[in-house]
Nanobody
Framework: QVQMAESGGGLVQAGDSLRLSCEAS????????LGWFRQAPGKEHTFVAG????????EYGDSVTGRFTISRDNDKNAAYLQMNDLKPEDTGVYYC????????????????WGQGTQVTVSS
């Protein structure tokens, strides 16, 4: 089963940018949709962005639309989340997972979660 590994987080100031990466353990990744979720301290996981297996369809959470861009490179078994104009409310641990059921906005459809990568945005 595909296992994901997230990286690229860090401590930044409001208005800065970060690019998160998500690498898959298997080539089957190329046939799976991918989603990014965020868990802020003391809160539930929130859908951030998702992308179809081909990259042709994307979906974003309301709070990140226009600031974040999700992409993937199936040749590299990887996906990315470009985050611009970061805000303190973007702070949290970011996880990526894959879905056998197409692009979904509910976490329960995804599996293969990694350890996550911490993003902290100071004001």
């Amino acid at each position: 089963q595909v296992q994901m590994a997230e990286s690229g987080g860090g401590l930044v100031q409001a208005g800065d940018s970060l690019r998160l990466s998500c690498e898959a353990s298997e080539r089957t990744f190329s046939r799976l949709a991918l989603g990014w979720f965020r868990q802020a301290p003391g809160k539930e996981h929130t859908f951030v962005a998702g992308i179809s297996w081909s990259g042709g369809f994307t979906e974003y959470g309301d709070s990140v639309t226009g600031r974040f861009t999700i992409s993937r490179d199936n040749d590299k078994n990887a996906a990315y989340l470009q985050m611009n104009d970061l805000k303190p409310e973007d702070t949290g641990v970011y996880y990526c997972g894959v879905s056998n059921s197409g692009l979904q906005i509910t976490r329960g459809w995804y599996h293969g979660w990694g350890q996550g990568t911490q993003v902290t945005v100071s004001s």
